[in-house]
Every structure is written in structure tokens, then in C-alpha cells.
């Protein structure tokens, strides 16, 4: 289902500048027990990445309450077709259903308007909110692990946008693109540095004795909440954790591997190209505490 503004609808406006020139943001949540977690961090990377582009700030009453009745629509499970998320509904005052997992979307376009690259005159964003069923085979990797590629293309160094998930995807697509064509469902992907940044859907993490290590993303890379909350549950452990630059082989030589985000939370990484991970008992207890 999508809405646009709080109205059903499959369509938008040809002038929109996301559809132009991908000028926005999006985030896409977990959906679970009919809540949205860690929703607080959501709200604060969106808010984030609209002060970095320079787009005004949301209205979020008004989109909370969109979300609300995007709940309460996964909630009914379709049984009542297309509604307007305008109305009434508040999904705090109803009964949830146990165990339901779905996904949310929320995307937002600086709004339609604009000469060529020019913002002049373009009065508010433009919010969608859509739905979508839970990928199943993410708990095939919780459970089993991911097995990746490795990217032969690299990311660009932009320090401008570096942490923040803008509407401009076409490296990612492009690195996805080049991994189902070797037949892997996701890849390692390096800058033009050689560092480590993350894979072309996730955040990665690895342990090497009593140290787990991350990619810093100053430069490149998207800052997930997932991995937000990793860093946080890791900061009350005995483990140290490195947040910094490294080369493919650091990665190559961990004793554990896995990786982040909103929707499979995290998923141990069983095999980088030709190199196999065994999963380990951080990447397990980290699931124990950010996966139910």
C-alpha cells in the first residue's frame, strides 16, 4: 500500500524533485507487535539527513499520526482495502496482534517544483509512507547466516551526504546489479580508498579477539539505526569497540562476522568471496537482545 500526503494513491506528481533529481531521504522501519522500534532514531536520522539537503523540517504530529494508521492497516491485514491516513484511527488505543512482522517505508521528496537543479519556489516536501510484507528469507540468514560477494566497484568519496540514506541510490543498484549477476545476494563494498564500508543493504561488524570493529562513514556509507543500536548494546559489554578505516584483509582475518540493519536486524555473514565465517557468540548474543 502507498499513500501520499495521508492519501491512498499509486501515482505522483511528474514534477516531483525525488523522481527528478532523487532529492530526499527515506527510512525504512521494522514492524513489529504492531510497533515501530527504535522509531525515536528513525525520526532523528530523517531530521538529520533534511538539514543536511536543506529541506524543512516535517510536521511529525502529522506524520506520526499517517504512521499510526499505517499500523493500524497492517494491523487489519488488508481486510478493509485501501483507507485514507487521515482519519482517525490511533493504533495505541487499539489490540495488537502478537508476532506480526511487516515493514514501513517512509519517504520524503523536497516537493515538486524547481528550474533544473534550482529549490526556488518549491513550497513543502512531499511524504509517502508505503507498506510492505516482511521478507521471509531473513530469517533464513538470522538463523543460518548471509553468504556475500565482494563488489569490484567502489563507492565515492562524498562527505557532503556520507551517513545519510538520500533518495540518490545508483551505486547501491549498481553493486547490487553486479552481485546478482555472480549470483550472490549481497556483496562487501570498499570505497575508491580500499577501505571497508558496509555491504550494498547493511552495516557490518566484525570481532577480532576481545575488539569488534566498524567502518567509520565520514566519507561514504549509510548510518544505519541497527547499527546505532549495535554500538549501544556493545558499550555494555567487556569488548572494546573500534569504529575506524580498514582494508579487505583486516575484515578477511575476524573470528566473526555480521551484519545490520533495520529490517533483518542482525545476521551472522558465514562466507566473504572464498573465505568462510564461522557464526559466533557475539553475533548470537546480539541477536538474543535485538531480534526478538
Not at 538470522?142 to 562524498?158: D, I, K, P, R, T
Not at 577501505?195 to 570493529?213: D, P, S, Y
Request: with cysteine; glycine share 8%.
Amino acid at each position: 500500500m502507498f499513500w501520499v500526503d495521508g492519501e491512498s494513491q499509486q501515482t505522483i506528481d511528474i514534477l516531483d524533485r525525488s523522481f527528478q533529481y532523487g532529492d530526499g531521504c527515506f527510512t525504512t522501519m521494522l514492524v513489529r507487535d504492531s510497533q515501530i522500534p527504535h522509531f525515536d532514531d528513525h525520526q532523528h536520522r530523517v531530521d538529520e539527513c533534511l538539514k543536511a539537503l536543506r529541506i524543512p523540517a516535517l510536521d511529525w504530529d502529522v506524520v506520526n499520526l499517517w504512521l499510526d494508521n499505517a499500523l493500524q492497516h497492517i494491523q487489519d491485514n488488508d481486510l478493509y482495502g485501501p483507507k485514507n491516513l487521515n482519519g482517525p484511527n490511533k493504533l495505541h488505543d487499539t489490540n495488537k496482534l502478537h508476532g506480526v512482522k511487516a515493514g514501513i517505508k517512509l519517504h520524503i521528496s523536497r516537493g515538486a517544483g524547481g528550474r533544473g537543479y534550482s529549490t526556488k519556489n518549491i513550497t513543502k516536501p512531499t511524504v509517502t509512507v508505503s507498506t510492505f510484507d516482511y521478507p521471509n528469507h531473513y530469517l533464513v540468514w538470522q538463523n543460518f547466516g548471509v553468504e556475500l560477494g565482494l563488489c569490484s566497484q567502489a563507492l565515492g568519496l562524498s562527505p557532503l551526504l556520507a551517513g545519510h540514506k538520500h533518495n540518490n541510490r545508483l551505486e547501491q543498484i549498481l553493486m547490487k546489479d553486479e552481485m546478482d549477476q555472480a549470483g550472490e545476494v549481497d556483496g562487501v563494498v570498499l570505497d575508491i580508498s580500499g577501505n571497508v564500508i558496509e555491504t550494498t543493504m547493511a552495516n557490518l561488524f566484525w570481532r577480532k579477539g576481545q575488539t569488534v570493529h566498524t567502518p567509520q562513514l565520514t566519507q561514504s556509507g549509510v548510518a544505519g539505526v541497527m547499527r546505532k543500536q549495535v554500538l549501544t548494546a556493545l558499550n555494555q559489554t567487556e569488548l572494546s569497540v573500534t569504529i575506524s578505516d580498514y582494508c579487505l584483509s583486516q575484515l578477511m582475518q575476524a573470528d566473526e562476522v555480521f551484519m545490520t540493519n533495520s529490517i533483518v536486524g542482525v545476521a551472522p555473514v558465514t562466507r566473504i568471496s572464498d573465505t568462510q565465517f564461522d557464526i559466533g557468540i557475539v553475533t548470537r548474543s546480539l541477536q538474543g537482545q535485538l531480534n526478538s
